[in-house]
């Protein structure tokens, strides 16, 4: 824990600001970069897309894709995989899309209510895994939506999703992320690439959309400890 102390002056006079900071990066372990939304299928032979993210400095990969478990290679000591997918409501047109990592098998598709989040949720977490909340700005969820599905179990919330710029700009929702802090939700702020290529903007991409996440404390080990940590 880092104190700093900042003078300043507010309506009636100068202040004085005490902030203490924990910060992470002073913690044991190491740091690790990651993705943890592709859609693998689409990008291509599993083993070689982790060969390209390998090749970009990442130390992990989840694949992702829409209502489907890619198989990925198995985890090494040099790079960890995972395997999830996202999952939405086949039917209609509701834009609550789901991430689900660490998954053993594919959970039943959403049937369009906010309660089957909750179900899906905790379906994935039976399974070991975790579920987290895909692109909210491109969802266009009122807060009240958005305020039910962060707490429906998810554990974070895509901050930054570089696909849905290129789709129409709606990427970015730290302020989401603050108003839930605000209301008492703390979620991890992820940043995902959401690849579904490999052209060189999907390059440009993943290496600017990537996930930090610490591996296990003490150790070499990359596998990353999202459920202590965050990502
Ligand atoms: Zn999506």
């Known amino acids: 824990m880092k104190t700093f102390e ?14 203490e900071v924990d910060n992470p990066f002073e913690g044991g372990g190491r740091w690790l970069r990651g993705g943890l939304h ?6 291509g032979e599993s083993r070689e897309v982790c060969e390209h993210y390998r090749n970009l400095g990442f130390d992990f990969l989840a694949t992702t894709d829409y209502l489907s478990i890619t198989p990925m290679p198995d985890t090494t000591e040099a790079f960890v995989t995972v395997p999830g997918a996202e999952v939405f409501c086949p039917d209609g047109d509701d834009l609550t899309h789901i991430i689900c990592l660490g998954l053993r098998h594919l959970p039943r598709p959403l049937d369009g209510t906010l309660e089957d989040v909750s179900r899906l949720v905790r379906d994935t977490g039976a399974q070991g895994g975790l579920a ?24 974070g919330l895509e901050v930054s999703n570089r696909l849905t710029w290129q789709i129409n700009g709606k990427e970015r929702s730290e302020e989401l992320w603050q108003m839930l802090i605000n209301a008492g939700v703390r979620l991890a702020a992820i940043g995902v690439d959401d690849a579904c290529g490999r052209d060189g903007a999907d390059l440009d991409r993943s290496a600017r959309a990537a996930t930090g996440g610490r591996g296990n404390s003490g150790g070499n080990s990359r596998t990353p400890d999202l459920r202590q940590r965050g990502a």
């Open 38 to 43: 592709s859609h693998v299928a689409q990008m």
């Open 6 to 19: 900042i003078d300043g002056r507010d309506k009636r006079g100068p202040i004085r600001l005490k902030i």
């Open 132 to 155: 987290v909340m895909a692109h909210p700005a491109w969802s266009d969820y009122s807060w009240e939506k958005a305020y039910a599905l962060a707490r429906s179990g998810v554990i």
